[in-house]
């Protein structure tokens, strides 16, 4: 019953932005850490971004001061903000729910930064 739901990838110009969301449903969304994570062909999946439930945030430094994390508990979701997207952050974009028993994780979207 558990899902998350990813939205919002796409083709994108370098220096262009994007905004992804993950709708979650089936669990108690305010008790999880939520992250961002993307993965390439032939790459292990690496931690984007993550919001703390105390509204801490991480993130990659590769992506520091273009990528936003957010999250609206009332509406179950999470954001991540692309800003002045490059071609290396051509991925596909995974979002996870974390509480320190449970992990949970979405389908994925596609991201492709290309000229």
């Known amino acids: 019953q558990v899902q998350l739901v990813e939205s919002g990838g796409g083709l994108v110009q370098p220096g262009g932005s994007l905004r992804l969301s993950c709708a979650a449903s089936?669990?108690?969304?305010?008790?999880?850490?939520m992250s961002w994570y993307q993965q390439t062909p032939g790459k292990e999946r690496e931690l984007v971004a993550r919001?703390?439930?105390?509204?801490?945030?991480k993130y990659a430094d590769s992506v520091k001061g273009r990528f936003t994390i957010s999250r609206d508990n009332a509406k179950n979701t999470v954001y991540l903000q692309m800003n002045q997207l490059k071609p290396e952050d051509t991925a596909v974009y995974y979002c996870?729910?974390?509480?320190?028993?449970?992990?949970?994780w979405g389908q994925g979207t596609q991201v492709t930064v290309s000229s």
């Open positions: 996870n729910a974390w509480n320190g028993v449970r992990n949970y």
């Open positions: 089936g669990f108690t969304f305010s008790s999880y850490v």
């Open positions: 919001m703390f439930n105390s509204g801490v945030t």
